[in-house]
């Protein structure tokens, strides 16, 4: 594809398949927790730190327990595959964790253990996501195709992320199913699905990948840098974890807020879903020629014009009052997204040491899962504020990511397009 390398592609297809298993997951939970089949704690009435214990926090907690956990592992797994000088067989593992958990919620009877296994598959998809981020790195023969091998990855993925939730909603609602000997569920059957994707994946991985050889090159220290060397105050792979947070941050702003948003817009669950996917949406169609145009002008621009646009993206979301005003708002939520991502994953590619990718990588990719984690909790606590505030929040948030990268982050494409020069000041 584009003259990607094969086994990127195939990694790419893999992690398609396993996002639309992990997105499913995101729709046919809450609706799970609140169907009556699983035993609920009896919290009624009870709070915590004044908060009060209702099915919607038990609901969040749930999901947001597979980011938390699932970020706070990457640098840990990121390590290993570093030190061991091995991905596939980390890939491979965390896939199979994946497909068990799945199964493991069909049977699950309590609230309590479908919390349990959340968090078992939280901790799978550590293994999956930094690993296979530096397998596509190491996959790289040179600069000048990092960033579209990140863009064909990431495309390929936001496919599965951004079209898992909708054909979860009609699995869950075609259920129940007549089997010869037995009926299935709706929900028994998303969750088959579920299953049928982490396998599908794993077969892709087990027999048509084949790892490069690697240097084992990671130290023993865990820390993250977070101060540069020389003139820089902080280390640019830090600053673009920071970036990468508050990028994801805004994106999930948007979810927590469904019902004040089509109460505001007059408008049914139908505008929201489209809205909502308007920003994966943008990245599927953006982040292939974002991805390469990095590798021949330069990542940093696409940084800065990208965090840039953010701004206006998320703020506008807190003012607009029509459906179709929204739904530009965040189409253009999606264009600056995609101006980051594949560029950010790329600089930090290109800094990673011999043997140390998944080291450098595993701190963006747990920056962006600890984003899609805290950002229905800061849209749900700011609520409150004003239905502006969150999406005002989240904007200072791109500024201050902005100034960040701008001085923080150097170009590092050999022979790129000067800042300067990208902005039409000649330099």
């Given at each position: ?95 199979a ?19 349990v296994?959340?968090g ?14 530096a ?11 990092r ?95 920071v ?20 109460r ?41 014009w ?7 993206a ?8 029509s459906s179709?005003a ?26 990673a ?21 805290i950002?229905?909790?800061l ?12 999406f ?24 790129a ?11």
């Amino acid at each position: 594809m584009f003259g990607t390398d094969r086994r990127v592609v195939v990694l790419a297809l893999a992690r398609m398949a396993d996002a639309v298993a992990n997105s499913f997951l995101i729709v046919v939970l809450p609706l799970y927790i609140a169907s009556g089949e699983l035993a609920l704690p009896g919290y009624a009435g009870a709070s915590i730190l004044g908060f009060p214990i209702t099915l919607e926090l038990l609901i969040g907690v749930a999901l947001s327990l597979f980011g938390f956990l699932n970020s706070f592992a990457q640098p840990f797994t990121g390590r290993l595959s570093d030190r061991t000088s091995r991905r596939k067989v980390y890939i491979l593992f965390g896939l199979a964790v994946l497909a068990v958990t799945s199964v493991a919620y069909a049977l699950v009877e309590s609230y309590e253990a479908l919390v349990v296994v959340r968090g078992l598959q939280g901790l799978g998809g550590a293994f999956v996501i930094p690993t296979t981020i530096a397998l596509v790195n190491d996959l790289a023969r040179s600069d000048e195709e990092r960033g579209g091998n990140f863009g064909v990855f990431n495309t390929f993925r936001l496919v599965g992320f951004g079209f898992g939730p909708v054909v979860a909603g009609l699995v869950v609602q075609a259920g129940p199913y007549a089997l010869p000997y037995a009926t299935l569920s709706g929900f028994d059957a998303a969750f088959g699905v579920a299953v049928v994707g982490a396998l599908v994946s794993f077969t892709l991985v087990t027999v048509l990948i084949e790892e490069p050889p690697m240097t084992a090159g990671a130290s023993k220290d865990l820390s993250i840098a977070v101060f540069g060397d020389g003139d820089r105050l902080l280390d640019p792979v830090f600053v673009l974890g920071v970036g990468t947070l508050f990028m994801a941050v805004s994106i999930a702003l948007f979810a927590t807020l469904q019902e004040p948003i089509n109460r505001r817009l007059g408008q049914g669950p139908t505008w929201f879903g489209v809205q909502f996917s308007a920003v994966v949406i943008a990245n599927i169609a953006l982040q292939v020629p974002v991805g390469r145009a990095a590798d021949r002008i330069g990542r940093k621009p696409f940084l800065l014009w990208g965090l840039l646009l953010l701004v206006p993206a998320v703020s506008v979301q807190g003012v607009v009052t029509s459906s179709v005003a929204m739904l530009l708002a965040r189409l253009v939520h999606g264009v600056s997204v995609a101006m980051v991502f594949a560029p950010a994953l790329a600089v930090a590619g290109d800094l990673a040491g011999e043997g140390e990718s998944g080291t450098t990588l595993s701190v963006l990719t747990m920056a962006f899962g600890l984003g899609t984690a805290i950002g229905p909790l800061l849209s749900g606590a700011l609520f409150g504020f004003g239905f502006a505030i969150p999406f005002a929040v989240g904007a200072v948030l791109a500024v201050v990511a902005f100034v960040l990268v701008f001085t923080q982050v150097e170009e590092t494409l050999e022979g790129a397009v000067t800042v300067g020069a990208f902005l039409g000041r000649g330099e």
